[in-house]
């Protein structure tokens, strides 16, 4: 494994790097993102962010935005600058899988790869790693980079600020989660004092729902959600019907599963949707209950402990019918 030292001196010279995180990026994957591209290009670095898939509108906004690259949409350019790239940055991902064919472009690529991220079970790729999964963003990880391991707190500039309070904000449900230290709240005040708007970007990523969405939204909850009170668990199913009828869009579903585990008592939300090719589901609980276990063991996915996802290429009744059954596993971890 590369060392500090080795890699600080590799970027104190000019380098060509792309930046990459993990498929339909959250506020997290663009803020962590961003935020390090701000920062590299303030020393002259030739930084490109790729994302593997498209992102929420309500993201677009963030500084650097308009230069990220789509690789599904420009596959060709993609390729040729990781090919070409000295460094790699995988950020808020811990396996190359998570960012579909771009993962075997970065795995052949001769770039020294650099991981940044908070999950668990992190894939052997990497040449240097600044991980924690005790961290509750990459945005959070992406600072301590710079700040401590980097020693150039003076390069967080506004646009940096920017976008890592976005990723912290978002990736800890609005600093409600129970890793939102108070260390993470120093991290933000420093990014307020650096620049950061922090109501300002509360309103851009939270209050800029379509009217379409808006209605999507409460199709969800008034005809949608199953509460299984035995289990104090919820579940919203939304079909491929229903995403064309309203006119669904990437960022549409984000956010929906965090309602059904609002309700008083329930420990347990899920959130299943199907797409073309498999059912999408999204798994978020209180307390110890493990939904990255679930997602792990029977959904092909995994994640953290109360905030996780998988799918599945059954049928989105076969999918639900499978979660209700392993419920009774998890019975006393779910009433007590």
């Not at 963003?137 to 401590?148: C, D, E, G, K, S």
């Not at 905030?307 to 019975?331: C, D, I, M, N, R």
Request: proline letters at 3%; one cysteine or more.
């Amino acid at each position: 494994m590369l060392d500090i030292a080795s890699l600080s001196q590799l970027l104190n010279q000019p380098q060509k790097i792309v930046i990459t995180t993990h498929h339909k990026p959250d506020g997290d994957a663009m803020g962590s993102s961003l935020g390090l591209y701000n920062y590299l290009i303030q020393q002259g670095h030739h930084a490109k962010v790729i994302t593997p898939t498209d992102y929420p509108e309500f993201l677009n906004w963030m500084p650097g935005n308009e230069e990220v690259i789509i690789y599904t949409e420009n596959t060709e350019l993609s390729a040729q600058l990781v090919a070409d790239a000295d460094l790699v940055f995988c950020l808020d991902f811990n396996t190359l899988t998570r960012i579909n064919a771009l993962g075997e472009l970065v795995r052949s690529s001769t770039a020294i790869k650099v991981m940044i991220d908070h999950h668990l079970e992190p894939e052997d790729f990497d040449d240097y790693r600044h991980w924690d999964i005790k961290a509750c963003a990459t945005a959070q990880l992406v600072y301590t980079f710079i700040v401590n391991e980097l020693q150039r707190p003076d390069l967080i500039s506004a646009d940096v600020a920017t976008c890592l309070y976005t990723g912290i904000m978002t990736d800890s449900a609005s600093f409600r989660l129970p890793n939102t230290t108070a260390a993470v709240h120093r991290i933000t005040a420093d990014l307020i004092d650096a620049g950061a708007v922090n109501w300002r970007i509360h309103e851009l990523v939270y209050n800029s729902s379509s009217e379409m969405r808006l209605r999507f939204l409460g199709h969800c909850l008034r005809n949608k959600l199953e509460v299984l009170y035995e289990y104090n668990t919820a579940i919203i199913t939304i079909t491929r019907q229903e995403l064309k009828e309203f006119e669904v869009i990437t960022g549409d579903t984000e956010g929906i599963v965090n309602y059904a585990l609002s309700i008083a008592g329930i420990r347990l939300a899920a959130l299943m949707v199907e797409r073309a090719d498999r059912v999408k589901l999204s798994l978020r609980s209180k307390g110890e209950f493990p939904a990255n276990e679930i997602c792990k063991k029977y959904f092909n996915g995994g994640g953290h402990r109360n905030a996780a996802g998988g799918h599945s290429e059954l049928t989105l009744e076969q999918v639900t019918q499978q979660f209700k059954q392993l419920l009774p596993e998890y019975k006393t971890l779910l009433i007590q």
